[in-house]
């Protein structure tokens, strides 16, 4: 996959190394030279740009990403400009950080779906994330067996456990289901919010974009990810 990072501070940083030492192609952006030259070996690609300059911006290979993520955190004024300018070329998918309440108040104003926030293992856990495609988060067990949050295929929409019947035809055991709604904030721009079902039922009817969490052995869960 390619992906722009913008913003190499510690998070951006990290996130890009360890996307590029997944075998993603990861362009990083930041308009510090210091630390362009200093990760430009550890990479794909480093570019030393102001963010907030609009021609600049338009020189990225933004629609032929597959993420664009901002990464920008010291300078909040410069983080929602970036973001505004790369919302307005339409990346395929956009995900900004947030420093704090107001700065995710304004993000949310501006109709970003995707918000993370500076946690200390945020830049590990997404980069898995991103690697993986469909796994929203994993825990292992042992070598076999893993606890993980998925997107539920495309072929799986519409169906009931029942129909589906994923212990019989995969081996795999539903936890529970974690459902996406929509709500209109203070802005008057609808989010997106998770709503955990708790114990379902056979007869729970699965909807396009539930996360499954889903127990069973790798190979298993693989097989049900690639429907």
Same mark, same amino acid.
């Given at each position: 996959? @390619?992906?722009?990072?913008? &913003?190499?501070? %510690?998070? &951006?940083?990290?996130?890009?190394? =360890? ?10 952006? +930041?308009?510090?030279? *210091? ?32 993420? /664009?993520?901002? &990464? ?17 070329? *339409?990346? #395929? ?9 107001? $700065? ?12 993370? $926030?500076?946690?200390?293992? !945020?830049?590990?856990?997404?980069? =898995? ?6 796994? /929203? ?33 995969? %081996?795999? #055991?539903?936890? !529970?289901?974690?459902? #996406? @709604?929509? @709500? ?5 721009? /609808?989010?997106?919010? $998770? ?18 969490? /889903?127990?069973? @052995?790798? +190979?298993?869960? +693989?097989?049900?990810? *690639? *429907?």
């Amino acid at each position: 996959m @390619k992906f722009i990072v913008l &913003g190499l501070g %510690n998070f &951006g940083s990290e996130l890009s190394i =360890k996307l590029t030492e997944l075998g993603h192609e990861v362009i990083g952006v +930041d308009s510090n030279m *210091k630390r362009v030259e200093y990760l430009q070996d550890s990479i794909t690609h480093t570019i030393c740009m102001d963010t907030t300059d609009q021609s600049a911006v338009r020189s990225l290979p933004v629609r032929n990403s597959d993420v /664009v993520i901002i &990464g920008i955190g010291e300078d909040t004024g410069a983080s929602i400009i970036t973001t505004a300018l790369i919302k307005q070329m *339409k990346a #395929n998918r956009l995900i900004a950080r947030a420093i704090n309440p107001a $700065h995710q108040q304004v993000m949310e104003a501006m109709g970003i779906d995707e918000i993370i $926030h500076p946690e200390a293992d !945020t830049a590990y856990r997404l980069a =898995k994330r991103l690697d993986i495609g469909t796994i /929203v988060d994993s825990f292992t067990l042992d070598d076999q067996y893993k606890v993980i949050e998925a997107t539920l295929p495309d072929a799986f929409v519409g169906k009931t456990i029942r129909e589906v019947d994923f212990q019989k035809e995969f %081996n795999i #055991n539903i936890v !529970t289901i974690v459902r #996406n @709604k929509e @709500k209109v904030n203070n802005f008057g721009q /609808v989010q997106v919010f $998770h709503e955990i079902l708790g114990v379902v039922s056979p007869e729970t009817r699965l909807e396009a974009r539930d996360m499954l969490v /889903v127990f069973g @052995k790798v +190979d298993d869960i +693989d097989r049900m990810l *690639k *429907k």
